[in-house]
């Protein structure tokens, strides 16, 4: 870890124990035991899923794909790092934790998995455990595993990203950028999706430190929102490409989104209206907007591009009211973002957990809450062509059916930037990593 990342860590392990502190005291509990997990082998085989610490621990410790340890938690301030530092010749051992950001911790290594309860046998009082469940009975028999109110109030405060936290999203956005850079050009010489693919996770220079399975959509595989089957053969006809694709830093995601066509025809001026309508949306991330509002604004200039592109010919509120702007957009606006891409607490009202669901014709946002100072989230508007959605429009005079079988060989558009939200106004991570590289 550099001189800036330990220097904002040390103010970020200070705003966690205050905040754990304070959600400790008002769920009565003594101490807190963060398990980070172990690897779940597949079902019937020897090979184990792709693994991820519990995003609890991560959120303390810098150690995205560290399994078998634990973070320990007094409601007097004190913490424990359990560090499990197997010994081990059919696999590499972790490497010891950075000093860097160690030193925070009564760091305790263990080489045995079953020592992690010698590290927390002098816990009295009410304990609570926070893990999956690959948690050892010696952990979870010493208290209330996964207490509702004590999570809710931990993820409501995980809104508010510290200045590390947003460094961290910072440096994993100009890993992306690096590899949207290459992948962009993957596809301008002609590569399949596989391909671009390699390229992209080449100039990440990651894989499995990856945040989630990259998005990777020629042509019309751009109108299936979570492409992910990668055709390792050519299309006839190389028309756009829509890539999805984040990378990681310290365990903190990216989630970015970019679009293009092959030629300066009608669709890259469709594209060109997507970004300018979602750089407007970026602007209005601001302390105090309503993500609901915005997500709802997000719709009406959804319909005004319609309108332009001459799509669609009905007005702006008749295309949100009849559900046309919905069979175009069929998605939220976007989400919050952290150690977790989907991050938590974005229908949470309230630190006890009361809700402010998602209005009824907008069910896939995820994200209602009014804005403050540390949220980051993503603005990602689209506008797709999907058959079976705007198979429920069929024969709508208001829509110029010519045009969308044009369009519908190019798929879908999604531009996505990780915003976050500050006192003087929003920070846009992504563009200004694109704009440095």
């Known amino acids: 870890m550099d001189s800036q990342l330990a220097s904002l860590y040390s103010g970020h392990i200070e705003t966690l124990t205050r905040r754990h502190r304070g959600a400790l005291e008002a769920e009565q509990y003594d101490w807190l035991i963060l398990y980070s997990g172990l690897p779940r082998y597949l079902f019937l085989d020897d090979r184990t899923a792709t693994f991820a610490a519990n995003p609890h621990f991560r959120t303390w410790a810098p150690l995205p794909d560290h399994a078998g340890g634990a973070v320990v938690l007094s409601g007097n301030g004190d913490r424990r790092l359990v560090f499990f530092q197997p010994e081990d010749y059919w696999h590499a051992a972790p490497n010891p934790p950075d000093p860097g950001w160690a030193r925070h911790f009564d760091l305790r290594v263990i080489t045995d998995s079953a020592a992690i309860g010698g590290c927390v046998d002098d816990l009295d009082g009410r304990v609570a455990i926070i893990g999956d469940e690959t948690t050892p009975e010696i952990l979870t028999r010493l208290g209330q595993v996964n207490p509702h109110r004590l999570i809710h109030r931990l993820h409501f405060d995980r809104a508010r990203k510290t200045e590390y936290e947003v460094e961290c999203m910072r440096r994993a956005n100009a890993i992306a950028v690096r590899g949207h850079r290459a992948a962009e050009q993957a596809f301008r010489d002609g590569a399949t999706e596989f391909e671009i693919n390699l390229a992209y996770n080449r100039a990440c220079r990651q894989e499995t430190e990856l945040p989630y399975d990259s998005i990777v959509a020629l042509n019309e595989h751009g109108a299936v929102l979570h492409y992910t089957d990668r055709d390792v053969d050519p299309p006839d006809a190389h028309r756009s490409f829509l890539i999805d694709a984040g990378a990681s830093c310290n365990g903190y995601a990216a989630d970015i989104t970019r679009t293009y066509s092959t030629h300066d025809d009608d669709f890259q001026a469709l594209i060109a209206s997507v970004d300018g309508l979602q750089k407007t949306l970026c602007s209005r991330m601001v302390d105090g907007a309503d993500y609901?509002?915005?997500?709802?604004?997000?719709?009406?200039?959804?319909?005004?591009?319609?309108?332009?592109?001459?799509?669609?010919?009905?007005?702006?509120?008749?295309?949100?009211?009849?559900?046309?702007?919905?069979?175009?957009?069929?998605?939220?606006?976007?989400?919050?973002?952290?150690?977790?891409?989907?991050?938590?607490?974005?229908?949470?009202?309230?630190?006890?957990?009361?809700?402010?669901?998602?209005?009824?014709?907008?069910?896939?946002?995820?994200?209602?809450?009014?804005?403050?100072?540390?949220?980051?989230?993503?603005v990602e508007p689209g506008l797709y062509f999907i058959d079976m959605l705007l198979a429920g429009h069929?024969?709508?005079?208001?829509?110029?059916?010519?045009?969308?079988?044009?369009?519908?060989?190019?798929?879908g558009i999604r531009i996505e930037d990780d915003v976050h939200v500050t006192a003087s106004g929003p920070q846009n991570l992504t563009r200004e990593q694109f704009a440095r590289h």
Request: charged content about 20%.
């Open 292 to 378: 609901v509002t915005l997500h709802e604004q997000a719709h009406a200039l959804i319909a005004e591009a319609l309108r332009e592109h001459g799509i669609v010919t009905c007005s702006t509120e008749a295309a949100i009211s009849g559900g046309i702007t919905t069979a175009f957009f069929p998605h939220g606006l976007g989400h919050y973002i952290g150690t977790q891409v989907h991050d938590v607490g974005g229908h949470q009202a309230t630190p006890e957990g009361e809700l402010r669901e998602p209005p009824g014709r907008h069910p896939f946002l995820r994200l209602t809450r009014t804005l403050t100072p540390g949220a980051v989230c993503t």
């Open 394 to 411: 069929a024969g709508a005079a208001e829509i110029d059916w010519d045009k969308v079988e044009a369009y519908k060989p190019y798929g």
